[in-house]
């Protein structure tokens, strides 16, 4: 019997503005202990919170991107629990009015395994809603104590929560993406998982086609898209077994563990929750004003949905590679960049980019930020395949040549002597020495086999050092060795 | 209304206040004294009236997003319980 | 000079026939002879003291004085002032050296006014006769059995006491008046949002507003022109341009309409008590203004109310006190959550604990909308009795306590019967409006009793002219304790 796989992602986007969310500490990663912990971030008695006007600014830019409606009133409420990293013992959140409501996303799927076609689907965003993060707990030991640093409580976070829309873990991972994406792209969020900037709490559950939703398990602090996969692929796994074991799934938080690739329950959420919500006193209705609003829609780029769609109508890009193209903000403004050198060239462009260039940076361990050509070279160099004055080939060693050693593809021409051989009496004196200097074969052409074609074409690359122009050496020497066939 | 021993525990235990028997016990007199003290304002229809939260119906004022605030570390960690190297030093955290 | 108006120490400064440090000594001097006694005072620090009295001397010598230059104020012990012990009266600030000054502080020392020390007061503002305070009752001046009212106890007690030139205090259900009251003095909370909350240690962040304590109304005119202004760090603190609080001081009150809520004067009201507050009308009457029957129907609900809403914020106001950055940590405990427990049972008081488990309760799942979201409606509904009221007078007068001051001990183990003792007052602090109280007699046991003025929103202004000239008229604001060393 089939079972359904039920997901649904609550992301916590750090949002990149300079100071905290309701103070002027820094929050910058990586500082020394404590040190970007001011008095409101320790919440001294008597300290009170001030709403970031750059939070609020990225809110509303994700809320439009995604399509939302922007609560022109949204409530700061308190979320009480007592944690050593939580130092007002309340979280400011906000609960039943969040400053972005329902949107959507839409999603390029990949099947991971098998041989499924890669599809769109829509996923629904059922709100976004803005929130501090709380400190960080280090269990090194001190003498069996655990150290607190306070320098992340106040940093501004979007949890954006999306609906159980999701039916694997290769669409949870391509939903990820897409948001991942889409922060960095609109400039709200920096993306950087390692530093925990983008972190993913997944809710699995599982039933039969059909049935009413199961129990859910809610996966926390997944920050890697690898990890989630793995963790989703084997928390499936492990409530299909407990269930058709004849088990019960119960609710619970847990954690994965990368080094053995399972999950496992946590301990110290045990205890019933009760976060007692209710709406800040300290902090005023938020409220959103038409010209606020219309300031963070003049901000908005190109959002990469539009631009994938472009790509496909007027660029006529397939929507795999549009997909591609628009994965992410910089890999798009590189591909407009180096078309704009070589407007003709959009598929071999595309090519290029999907391709060697791609391959290239996944080889260096970079990102297309951090390529070592640019835009304007690379489609210098798109400008000299497309006149013909290089080959396939030769572009293959300008490229090379670009990227270890720098350098605008013209001057990699000459250097390194790459120009295409196109003098048609050039060529056809090649020709005329290989089809003087190899009777047997030439009869053998002519007698039926056709296949030596390429044998001829060997030759004659050879013979020109490779430079001859492809085209016109397959006419030249289809013409002569046809002509007595 | 009466509240028993137990809800007074829970409550305790939410507020993260210890209290031994007596106390709970005490607590509870004196809790279901207050509770019918409040018990009064549930007769009271409030069909339509919006909550009020603050004194004032005023909305949300922006900070700038700047940067204000510099370290007072050595400062506010004279007056901590415990510390060392920085951190806040608390018995373990069990996840 | 213990007798005179802030206007007329600053007269005496200005002309140098007293300088700030001979001031300040002097109050120094008789704290350390009556403070035992009282308990008025729960941290001063002489020689902090006394170097602020130097500076506002050196200001007073280049002409670059204010009204409150060099003049002692007594600070609530709620607000945090950079290097004094700040304590909320609680065992769980009792070693609590505040990192930074609150907007009131910081107000007072651009005045360069002397900070002449921390007042006792009840344990985080929660309490109504000062009683709750770790670090001891304080005594009621004109009577040292009976308790000065609270929670800004201190104050009145130091001010009724002349062991200061006047003093802040704070009041969340009526926490300035009600003590005032009690004491003999005059007090005025203001228009919630005047006062910035900035450092002021929080209770009920809804309600909480500072305000001064002193003999007369003069004397809060001057203190409220310093106390308040805007403060970008209190997301409620009103963006209103500054005014001057003296400034009708002297207008005639012929024409005034005086509302009397008949709710005020019903049942549990002493006799002594609406004898006081009918002759202090009549004295009205004399002065010009008219009487106004009023009815606020839903102030009977006020103390249901406000024991729903004070501790539901102040329940989540305290969670930060967890022994885990500053305060109290008990000395033994096994693990985390027991560090925590005990931690806050140790370092909180009883009446404090109390509140946080009302106020946890009320929040608690399944009661949320019961308790807590229906007192957040009829809080409305008596703002809206207030707003009506408004519409057919000036200012509503009445008493501002039940009664005079009762014995220390007296409520102790009944906190409805305590709670009881704000009726008048709390309604006032749900509505956010300003609210007062002046002296205007003396009960049969010779305490004192409390006139209230409540006024419209940002009438301080007109509230402190009614009280002004009902003063200059009467000499009951005058009157001083006996045995308190005039």
């Keep these: 019997m089939q079972w359904e796989i039920i997901i649904g992602l609550e992301v916590h986007t750090q949002l990149s503005t300079n100071s905290k969310i309701f103070s002027g500490a820094s929050t910058t990663y990586g500082a020394e202990p404590n040190t970007q912990a001011d008095a409101v971030s320790i919440a001294l008695p008597g300290v009170l919170p001030v709403l970031n006007k750059g939070a609020v600014e990225r809110a509303i830019k994700f809320g439009l991107a995604i399509g939302a409606n922007i609560a022109s009133r949204s409530v700061f409420a308190r979320k009480n629990y007592f944690y050593p990293d939580l130092p007002k013992g309340y979280q400011i959140s906000q609960f039943d009015l969040p400053v972005v409501g329902q949107g959507e996303l839409t999603i390029q799927v990949e099947p991971l395994s098998g041989n499924g076609k890669p599809y769109e689907k829509v996923v629904r965003v059922t709100r976004a809603h803005l929130e501090e993060d709380a400190g960080k707990s280090l269990h090194e030991d001190f003498r069996g104590m655990t150290g607190i640093d306070l320098n992340r409580a106040g940093t501004p976070l979007l949890e954006i929560v999306s609906e159980p829309d999701m039916r694997s873990a290769a669409e949870a991972v391509a939903y990820a993406k897409t948001l991942h994406s889409l922060v960095r792209w609109i400039g709200i969020c920096d993306g950087n998982m390692q530093e925990g900037s983008f972190r993913c709490d997944v809710n699995v559950s599982v039933r039969r086609p059909g049935a009413p939703l199961g129990t859910r398990r809610e996966i926390k602090n997944l920050n890697s898209f690898k990890f989630m996969q793995q963790a989703i692929d084997y928390e499936v796994q492990w409530q299909i077994d407990t269930l058709e074991n004849g088990g019960k799934i119960q609710q619970a938080t847990v954690l994965f563990d990368p080094e053995k690739g399972t999950t496992h329950a946590m301990r110290s959420k045990e205890e019933a929750h009760d976060y007692r919500y209710f709406p800040d006193p300290d902090l005023l209705p938020l409220d959103i004003t038409p010209s606020m609003l219309a300031q963070a829609r003049d901000t908005l780029p190109e959002l990469p949905q539009a631009k994938r769609e472009r790509y496909v109508t007027e660029l006529g890009l397939t929507p795999y590679d549009a997909s591609i193209l628009t994965s992410s903000r910089e890999m798009a403004e590189f591909f407009e960049a180096a078309l704009a050198e070589a407007p003709d060239q959009r598929k071999i462009c595309a090519n290029w980019l999907i391709g060697d260039v791609s391959a290239q940076l996944n080889r260096d361990g970079l990102d297309i930020a951090q390529c070592p050509i640019t835009p304007k070279q690379l489609g210098g160099m798109l400008k000299r395949i497309s006149d013909g004055t290089i080959s396939n080939a030769g572009a293959k060693e300008v490229f090379r040549v670009m990227w270890s050693e720098s350098g605008e593809a013209d001057a990699i021409i000459d250097a390194k002597g790459l120009r295409q051989v196109s003098d048609t009496g050039a060529i056809e004196k090649i020709v005329d020495e290989i089809i003087a200097n190899n009777p047997t074969q030439v009869a053998d052409y002519r007698g039926g086999k056709d296949k030596l074609f390429g044998f001829f074409v060997g030759l004659a690359m050879k013979a020109s050092k490779g430079k001859a122009n492809p085209a016109q050496l397959n006419e030249v020497l289809k013409r002569k060795l046809d002509n007595n066939k | 209304m009466s509240l028993s021993n137990a809800d007074v525990k829970k409550i305790a235990s939410l507020a993260r206040l210890a209290m031994n028997d007596a106390e709970i016990a005490s607590a509870r007199s004196q809790l279901s004294g207050i509770f019918e003290l409040i018990a009064e304002m549930q007769a009271v229809d409030t069909k339509g009236v919006v909550p009020m939260s603050h004194a004032q119906d005023v909305s949300q004022r922006l900070r700038e997003d700047k940067i204000t605030e510099s370290s007072q570390r050595e400062l506010f960690q004279t007056i901590a319980p415990q510390v060392e190297s920085g951190l806040y030093l608390v018995p373990q955290v069990i996840e | ?486």
Aim: with cysteine; net charge negative.
């Design chain 3, 1 to 486: 000079m213990l007798n005179s108006s802030l206007t007329q120490m600053g007269a005496a400064l200005h002309a140098k026939r007293i300088s700030s440090i001979e001031l300040t000594q002097l109050y120094l001097n008789r704290i350390t002879e009556l403070n035992p006694a009282l308990n008025a005072y729960i941290t001063t620090n002489a020689e902090f003291s006394l170097a602020q009295a130097r500076r506002a001397d050196q200001l007073l010598a280049n002409g670059k004085a204010q009204s409150l230059t060099g003049i002692p104020i007594a600070q609530k012990d709620i607000f945090c002032a950079k290097s004094w012990r700040t304590t909320c009266g609680s065992k769980m600030l009792e070693n609590f050296i505040a990192p930074y000054d609150a907007h009131v502080i910081e107000q007072f020392n651009n005045a360069g006014a002397v900070n002449l020390g921390k007042t006792n007061m009840d344990e985080f503002a929660m309490g109504s006769s000062n009683e709750t305070s770790f670090f001891g009752p304080v005594k009621n001046p004109w009577d040292n059995h009976a308790v000065p009212g609270g929670s800004s106890g201190g104050s009145a007690c130091a001010v009724a006491a002349r062991l200061c030139a006047a003093a802040t205090g704070t009041d969340t259900g009526g926490s300035i008046r009600q003590p005032a009251a009690l004491c003999g003095i005059s007090g005025i909370k203001p228009t919630y949002g005047t006062v910035s909350r900035y450092g002021m240690i929080a209770f009920a962040s809804s309600l909480d507003q500072a305000g001064p304590m002193a003999r007369n109304a003069e004397d809060l005119a001057l203190m409220l022109n310093v106390m308040t202004g805007f403060d970008e760090r209190d997301s409620t603190s009103l963006q209103r341009d500054k005014e001057d609080y003296a400034r009708d001081l002297n207008k005639p009150l012929a024409g005034l309409r005086i509302g009397l809520p008949k709710e005020f004067f019903a049942e549990g009201l002493a006799q002594d008590v609406a004898g006081c507050v009918n002759l202090a009308i009549t004295e009205y009457q004399k002065l010009g203004a008219s009487i106004v029957d009023i009815t606020l129907p839903n102030s009977r609900l006020a103390v249901p109310v406000y024991y729903v809403l004070a501790p539901a914020e102040a329940s989540s106001n305290l969670s930060r006190y967890d022994g885990v950055r500053y305060g109290y940590r008990a000395p033994e405990y096994s693990d985390l959550t027991e560090m925590y427990e005990r931690s806050r049972a140790q370092g909180f008081g009883a009446e404090v604990k109390r509140r946080i488990m009302i106020g946890t309760y009320v929040l608690s799942h399944g009661y949320y909308d019961a308790y807590y979201l229906q007192a957040q409606k009829i809080r409305r509904l008596i703002a809206q009795d207030f707003t009506e009221a408004f519409q057919n007078c000036d200012v509503i007068m009445g008493p501002t306590s039940p009664s005079t001051a009762f014995n220390l001990g007296e409520k102790g183990d009944d906190p409805v019967q305590m709670y009881l003792s704000d009726i008048y007052t709390i309604a006032v602090n749900l509505a956010g409006l300003p609210g007062m109280s002046i002296p205007c007699g003396f009960g049969s046991n010779g305490l004192p009793i409390g006139l209230q003025i409540i006024g419209n929103y940002f009438d301080e202004a007109r509230m402190l002219n009614a009280a002004h000239q009902y003063q200059l008229v009467t000499d009951n604001h005058q009157r001083a304790p006996n045995n308190i060393g005039l």
